[in-house]
C-alpha cells in the first residue's frame, strides 16, 4: 500500500475514502466508537504534501487507535460511560509518532471497558461481533481494532495487550498482531490496567506491515525490524510447547491447522524441537502469573492523577461506585482491584511476583539448554467463541504477557465451525528484543500460505 500511494496509483484521500466506506458497509459489527471528523481534510493535507516531493514512513496509512489511548482533539474514553467527554490535550507518545510518520487516525476502535476482559463489550461503545460469524465475540479487548482490519476500515491498528488483548483479537479475526517485549514501546497517554504487564502493540494484515509499524512506534530507528535486518528461517530452532494444545476432540482440527503452520516453517528450514516437559496448562498459568488485577487500582488512580483537572473522574472508587460498567465481563476484575489499594501489601501479589520470576527462570534455561530461538503454540486452543461462552481456560496468551517477552500471532488457516469457515491463529514467542525472529518465522508462514 505505501508503494501505491508513494507512486500516487491512489491517493491518500481517496484511500480514507474507502476505509471509511468500509466501516459504513460493516456497521452493524460495531468496530469503531467514533471516528474522526477530520480524516478527510488531514488525507488531502498529506496529499498535497506528497505533491510537494515529501514521502514519509507511513504516508496516509489509516490507522484505527484502541479507545484507551488518547489522541489530541478526539474523546478518548477506554469504552466507559464514566470517562464520558475526555478530549485530551496531547496524542499518546505512540500516536505522535505514528502522525509525525504519514499515519492518518481513522477513528477510535471499541474495546472491553478499559481493557479489562476479553470479548470487547463496553458500556459507552457496546458490543463488537465477530466479522466472520457475528453470533460470536472478536475476542479482546483489542477486538474493535481487529475487526477494523479485518473489514478493510483501516490498513493499520493500535491494539493494548495486558494477557490476551492484541493476539486473541487476531486469531480469531484472522488478522496479525505483536505483543511487543515489555517496555519497548513507550505507554505515555495510554489508560493503564498493570504496569508490569501492559504494552501496545500493532495490528494488521500481515507481518511486513507490522514490522513497519513497530519501527515507527518504538520512536528511533525507523528501519529496525525492516526485512533485510530479519535473521534467515533456516536454521532458527522453535520449541512447539505440546502443553499448551488441546488434546479434546473439539481441538482437532484447529490442531491440525496448527500443524500444517509448523510444515510450512520446517520447510523453510527450521528445526522443529518437541518441548513437552514442563506440560503448561493454560488454566493454571493464569491463576499463578495473572496480576493484573492487583495492579489495576492504582495503576488507574495515577493516570487520573497525571490528568489534573481534566481528569473525568475523581479515582477509582468513583468509577466502580457510578455501576454502568458490565457486570458479566468485570465484575470479578474490578471486585480484586478494590480489595487491592497498595499492590505490594498484597500477599496474593507477592506470591504471584514471585510465581513469575520461578516461571522467567524456568523459560530462560529451556531456552538456553536447548537452543531455542523461539516457541509456538496456538493462541487459543478453540477458534472465535459463542457470544456468553467463558473462554479464559483455553486462552494462552498469560505466558509472554507475564514474561515480557515479545509474541506474534499469525493467522495460519481457517476451520469449519458450525457451518462455517473461521480463522486461527499460530503463536510465536521469543525471549525479549527478538521481534526480528518473530517476524522472519511469521513472514515464512505467510509466504507459504500464499502458494
Not at 117 to 125: K, N
Not at 302 to 328: K, M, N, Q, T
Not at 329 to 357: E, F, N, Q, V
Request: with cysteine; glycine share 10%; hydrophobic share 45%.
Amino acid at each position: 500500500m505505501l508503494a501505491s500511494l508513494k507512486d500516487r496509483a491512489i491517493s491518500c484521500e481517496a484511500l480514507a475514502k474507502h476505509c471509511l466506506k468500509q466501516e459504513q458497509t460493516h456497521r452493524a459489527l460495531n468496530a469503531f466508537i467514533r471516528l474522526n471528523p477530520v480524516l478527510l481534510e488531514e488525507a488531502k493535507a498529506l496529499d498535497d504534501r506528497l505533491r510537494a516531493g515529501e514521502f514519509l514512513p507511513l504516508h496516509g496509512i489509516p490507522v484505527a487507535v484502541k479507545d484507551n489511548i488518547e489522541t489530541a482533539g478526539i474523546e478518548t474514553t477506554g469504552g466507559a460511560v464514566a470517562l464520558a467527554g475526555y478530549v485530551p490535550r496531547a496524542d499518546a507518545s505512540v500516536v505522535a509518532r505514528l502522525k509525525a510518520a504519514g499515519a492518518l487516525v481513522v477513528g477510535k476502535t471499541n474495546l472491553d471497558e478499559l481493557a479489562g476482559a476479553g470479548s470487547t463489550l463496553s458500556s459507552l461503545g457496546g458490543r463488537t461481533l465477530n466479522p466472520f460469524d457475528p453470533r460470536r465475540t472478536p475476542a479482546g479487548s483489542s477486538g474493535g481494532s481487529a475487526v477494523a482490519v479485518a473489514i478493510g476500515a483501516c490498513v493499520l491498528a493500535l491494539g493494548t495487550e495486558t494477557v490476551n488483548s492484541i493476539r486473541n483479537p487476531a486469531h480469531v479475526c484472522g488478522v496479525a498482531g505483536l505483543r511487543p517485549t515489555r517496555g519497548l514501546v513507550g505507554l505515555s497517554g495510554v489508560i493503564p490496567v498493570s504496569p508490569t504487564m501492559d504494552v501496545v502493540g500493532p495490528m494488521g494484515a500481515g507481518v511486513e506491515e507490522l514490522a513497519t509499524m513497530l519501527g515507527v512506534m518504538i520512536g528511533h530507528d525507523v528501519g529496525r525490524f525492516a526485512a533485510e535486518r530479519w535473521p534467515k528461517v533456516a536454521g532458527l530452532r522453535v520449541g512447539i510447547l505440546r502443553g499448551l494444545f488441546g488434546a479434546g476432540a473439539e481441538h482437532h482440527a484447529i490442531n491440525a491447522a496448527l500443524e500444517t503452520s509448523l510444515h510450512h516453517l520446517h520447510s523453510a528450514g527450521a528445526v522443529l524441537v518437541e518441548v513437552a516437559d514442563p506440560v503448561f496448562d493454560s488454566g493454571r498459568l493464569y491463576q499463578d502469573l495473572a496480576l493484573h488485577a492487583y495492579e489495576f487500582q492504582s495503576a488507574f488512580n495515577g493516570w487520573l492523577l497525571s490528568l489534573e483537572d481534566a481528569a473525568p473522574i475523581a479515582d477509582f472508587c468513583a468509577y466502580v461506585a457510578d455501576g454502568r460498567w458490565p457486570a458479566s465481563t468485570m465484575k470479578s476484575l474490578l471486585d480484586t482491584a478494590m480489595a487491592t489499594p497498595d499492590p505490594a501489601a498484597s500477599d496474593g501479589y507477592r506470591a504471584k511476583r514471585h510465581a513469575i520470576a520461578d516461571m522467567a527462570a524456568m523459560m530462560n534455561d529451556l531456552a538456553r539448554n536447548r537452543r531455542l530461538d523461539a516457541f509456538a503454540y496456538p493462541a487459543q486452543q478453540r477458534p472465535a467463541l459463542p457470544i456468553g461462552e467463558p473462554s479464559r481456560p483455553e486462552r494462552n496468551g498469560v505466558l509472554a504477557s507475564a514474561l515480557g517477552w515479545p509474541a506474534l500471532n499469525v493467522p495460519v488457516a481457517a476451520i469449519e465451525a458450525d457451518g462455517l469457515s473461521l480463522p486461527v491463529g499460530l503463536d510465536l514467542m521469543a525471549p525479549p528484543l527478538n521481534e526480528p525472529t518473530l517476524f522472519a518465522l511469521g513472514y515464512a508462514i505467510e509466504t507459504a500460505m500464499r502458494r
